[in-house]
Structures are given as C-alpha cells and as structure tokens.
C-alpha cells in the first residue's frame, strides 16, 4: 500500500530536548516536504527536498532542521524545542512538481500527522 | 509572497445541499490542489488541477489561472464531507507549496 509513514504520532516533552519526528515513503517519490499545522494559520511549509542531499527552506523554517540521505526518509529534527513550536506537523510527498514532467498528475501524498507539545 | 484567500471561512449545509468553495491567489503558480481534512485530521487529495475543470463523482473543481482563483463544487452533500477544505498552490519560480487557511463545512443530517 502507498503510504507515507510519521513517527511518533504524539509526542509530550519538555523545552530543550532534542527530538525526531521520522518521515519515510515507499512511493520512490523524489519530492518531501514538511508542514505544520497551526489553529487559524492554515499548514505551513517548513522545508522541502527535491532529492537526495538537496533540501531548501519552507516559510518557517526556523528552529527546525533536515537531512536527506536516502530517497525514502527525510526526518524532520528539532534540536532545541521550544513551546512555540507546539504544532500538528505534517510530512508529504510526491514525484517532482508539475512543470518537470510532461504527462501525470503529481499529488502530494500525506502522512497521518505527528501532535507535538513542548511544555 | 503570494497570497492565498479561501471563502467562506465557515460553512454550514443541510444534508442535500449543494455548495462552491472559492480559492484566490495573487501571482502566477504551477500547480494548484484541493484537499480535505477529516475529522481525525487526515489530509486527503481531492485534485490536482493546474488549470482546467475536473470531476470526481460528486465533487468537481475548475481552475483560471489566468484569472487566479480556484472553485471546488460539492454536489448532494453528505456528513461525511464535514471537515477542512484547503487550496494549496505552488507559486511560478519556486517548488514551495502555500496552503489556504481553509473552508471548515460542516453538514447536518
């Protein structure tokens, strides 16, 4: 089944400790993303990676951090929480954006959403 | 930046009814989807529609680009379509996605 997979999908813990919110695919989609979802502010865009060892910034980008090693993973890393960043984060994919194929549909495909509380 | 305007913010029907969502935007942009989030807050595509009129049983959506904006038409709608509606555009010049602030509909049995 094609799936975008987060890990955890909750998570309770405290200002300054490091964590990782996992993200992996089994679709060989090139594109992943990072989003997260804030009550009134819609979801917004993190960071993105068009392929491996290639990430760039979302729209908030700050206090986060990326890595790329392999196609179907692109775990998303805070190094040092803050209550701030208490969000419902998002991870999605798809194959590469529209105007680099010539045929298809490119969907972003969602992963189930991971709920973060950083007290 | 781009700005993405969804109307109406909120949204309430009567099972059976039928119903527009509209979504603007400001600049050009590649790439354009409708999604739904449910209840559990599960992200669902609904479409991919650059440009064009699309359809999927009751539901179908129509994009001009050339005049930005963006509509998705729910037909005999049905509780189960209760949720978040959210546009999401890729601005020309950038493999960014921004995301409307979204249309929560609620329909009642």
């Known amino acids: 089944e094609a799936q975008v997979t987060q890990n955890p999908r909750y998570l309770i813990t405290v200002t300054g400790k490091k964590l990782t919110v996992t993200c992996s695919q089994n679709m060989n989609h090139e594109y992943m993303s990072w989003y997260r979802q804030d009550p009134g502010l819609g979801l917004r865009q993190i960071y993105y990676s068009m392929n491996v060892e290639v990430t760039d910034k979302g729209d908030v980008p700050e206090g986060y951090k990326v890595s790329r090693k392999e196609k179907r993973n692109f775990p998303l890393i805070l190094e040092s929480p803050s209550p701030n960043q208490t969000s419902l984060y998002f991870c999605?994919?798809?194959?590469?954006?529209?105007?680099?194929?010539?045929?298809?549909?490119?969907?972003?495909?969602f992963g189930d959403g991971t709920r973060l509380s950083i007290l | 930046g781009i700005q993405v305007e969804q109307s109406p913010p909120d949204l309430i029907l009567q099972e059976g009814a039928n119903s527009t969502l509209r979504c603007n935007f400001s600049?050009?942009?590649?790439?354009l989807q409708w999604f739904h989030q449910n209840p559990w807050g599960q992200l669902i595509n609904l479409f991919y529609?650059?440009?064009g009129t699309k359809q999927n049983g009751r539901l179908s959506a129509t994009t001009v680009a050339t005049e930005r904006y963006s509509l998705l038409y729910i037909s005999s709608s049905q509780t189960t379509d209760s949720g978040v509606y959210f546009c999401a555009v890729e601005p020309s010049g950038t493999y960014k996605y921004i995301f409307g602030t979204g249309t929560r509909l609620k329909v009642l049995a």
């Open positions: 999605a994919s798809s194959q590469k954006p529209y105007r680099d194929r010539a045929w298809g549909n490119q969907p972003q495909h």
């Open positions: 600049d050009s942009v590649n790439n």
């Open positions: 529609i650059p440009s």
